[in-house]
T-cell receptor
Framework: DAGVTQSPTHLIKTRGQHVTLRCSPI?????VSWYQQVLGQGPQFIFQ???????GRGNFPDRFSARQFPNYSSELNVNALLLGDSALYLC??????????????FGEGSRLTVL | GQNIDQPTEMTATEGAIVQINCTYQ??????LFWYQQHAGEAPTFLSY????GLEEKGRFSSFLSRSKGYSYLLLKELQMKDSASYLC????????????FGTGTLLAVQP
């Protein structure tokens, strides 16, 4: 079975541009979470979606938005990119909406570089 | 805040045992996870502790003391492939839809 898949794996953007990152969860998983991991740091929670509804939002500006589609895949959008948005963006899927009730499985991530 | 504290770096010798500590704020604690992350790769799940005590899984064990806000990950019979970052993450009640991660402990295993 395929794990969590993310695309693109690497991308380079310039300041002010917009980016869309995509994630397909493990088949049967209804929850998708997005995390930002800056080099040398642990992942930071951005969003969680469960059954197509936003269930949580981390401390990120409104430039960050996301959605979940009927097939449970998800997109993360970031507008007006800043240099500080350069990071590895991780998608995690789980069968449950509550962490601990189901294990979180992470994708390989999308590495965004903003120049 | 809900700070998760762990050492930044550790070095150990192949075949030895290493213990990576993690401390967290006890208020609202729901569960604690350990993940392994090799450079440039996704974090992979190692263990989940919700009750006090030791959970053993092969060469890896994880311990939790809820009253002390303390956990450790024990790696035995170290192998070179164990060189990686080890992330401690906690879920808190009222926000059980997310994990709060520490900065990670970069473990270097030397011959």
């Amino acid at each position: 079975d395929a794990g969590v898949t993310q695309s693109p794996t690497h991308l380079i953007k310039t300041r002010g541009q917009h980016v869309t990152l995509r994630c397909s969860p493990i088949s049967g998983h209804k929850s998708v979470s997005w995390y930002q991991q800056v080099l040398g740091q642990g992942p930071q929670f951005i969003f969680q979606y469960y059954e197509k509804e936003e269930r949580g939002r981390g401390n990120f500006p409104d430039r960050f938005s996301a959605r979940q589609f009927p097939n449970y895949s998800s997109e993360l959008n970031v507008n007006a990119l800043l240099l500080g948005d350069s990071a590895l963006y991780l998608c995690a899927s789980s069968s449950e909406g509550v962490v601990g009730a189901g294990e979180l499985f992470f994708g390989e991530g999308s590495r965004l570089t903003v120049l | 805040g809900q700070n998760i504290d762990q050492p930044t770096e550790m070095t150990a010798t192949e075949g030895a045992i290493v213990q990576i500590n993690c401390t967290y704020q006890t208020s609202g604690f729901n569960g604690l996870f350990w993940y392994q992350q090799h450079a440039g790769e996704a974090p992979t799940f190692l263990s989940y502790n919700v009750l006090d005590g030791l959970e053993e899984k092969g060469r890896f064990s994880s311990f939790l003391s809820r009253s002390k806000g303390y956990s450790y990950l024990l790696l035995k019979e170290l192998q070179m492939k164990d060189s990686a970052s080890y992330l401690c993450a906690v879920s808190f009640s009222g926000a059980t839809n997310k994990l709060i991660f520490g900065t990670g402990t970069l473990l270097a295993v030397q011959p």
